[in-house]
Structure formats: C-alpha cells, structure tokens
C-alpha cells in the first residue's frame, strides 16, 4: 500500500512539474515587441476612424519596431505583415519601399520562403496596375522561390 501512495505521489509530482514546464515554454514563445507590432498593424487595418495618414503613422511605427528585432524568421515574418498593410492602405510607396527592403532581407538570410512571399505580393501589386510583364516577372520569381 505504501508503495502505491508513493508511486501515486511521484506520478503527481511529475505532472505538476510537466505542466510547470509547459508554461514556462509558453512563455518565452510570447515575444512582448511582437504583440506591440501586431497590435499597431491591427489599429491601422481596422480603425476606419482614423485618417490615411494616422493609419501610417501605425504602420511606420510597427515597420521601426519591426527592424529593431533580432535578425531571424520573426523579423522578416512581421515585416512581410507590414509591408502587406501598406498593400492594404494602398500605400504605393510605403508597399514599394517595404517590399524592397523585405526582399534585401530575406535574401541576405536567405529566406526564400519569405522572398517568395514577398515577390508575389509585388506581382499582385504591379497586376493591380495593369503593369503586367513586371507583374509576371515577380510571379516567376517567386515560383522559382518557392522550388
């Protein structure tokens, strides 16, 4: 019988320490300047109230914090989401200028997943503009990305 309150205990112990675990990793998943990103790119798609340009002023803001995260996935991630806010906004320049530097990253980190995205967003926006040989040549490149 004492053998089963011990086992019984150590099988406790072990889940109670499991789940400690787990949150833990949760935990430092969550970056904290990620959420502030999101949330700015969150108020300048969605709040009709503000002007254009206040709606920029997010979106500029998200693209500093943005360039100021340490140079992995997550950096280009979130600066693929503002460039596509620009997109959006229809913000020509603001796309355009994004989208280049999005491009320069992500083929200095080698990021051809990202520069595939990246290139496709630049064939929708030049297709858009009935610009479409410069349309097709980034949906080209961006297949070639993606092989």
């Given amino acids: 019988m004492e053998n089963l309150k011990n086992g019984a205990f150590i099988l406790v112990l072990l889940l109670v320490l499991g789940c400690k675990q787990q949150a833990s990793n949760d935990e430092t ?7 502030s990103i999101q949330q700015l790119l969150t108020i300048a798609k969605t709040a009709k109230e503000l002007s254009p340009d206040e709606r920029r002023t997010y979106i500029q803001d998200a693209e500093v914090q943005a360039l100021t995260l340490s140079k992995d996935s997550t950096r ?3 600066l693929s989401q503002v460039s596509l806010a620009y997109l959006k906004l229809k913000d020509s ?11 320069e990253l992500s083929k200095e980190a080698e990021a051809s ?5 990246s290139n496709w967003d630049l064939g929708d926006f030049f297709e858009t503009y009935g610009a479409m040989d410069s349309a097709f040549y980034h949906y080209r490149k ?6």
């Fill in 29 to 35: 998943v969550r970056n904290p300047k990620v959420d």
């Fill in 113 to 117: 997943k990202i520069s595939g995205y």
């Fill in 93 to 103: 320049m603001g796309f355009r200028q994004s989208n280049a530097k999005l491009l």
């Fill in 142 to 147: 961006a297949l070639e990305s993606f092989d």
């Fill in 76 to 78: 280009l991630e979130q």
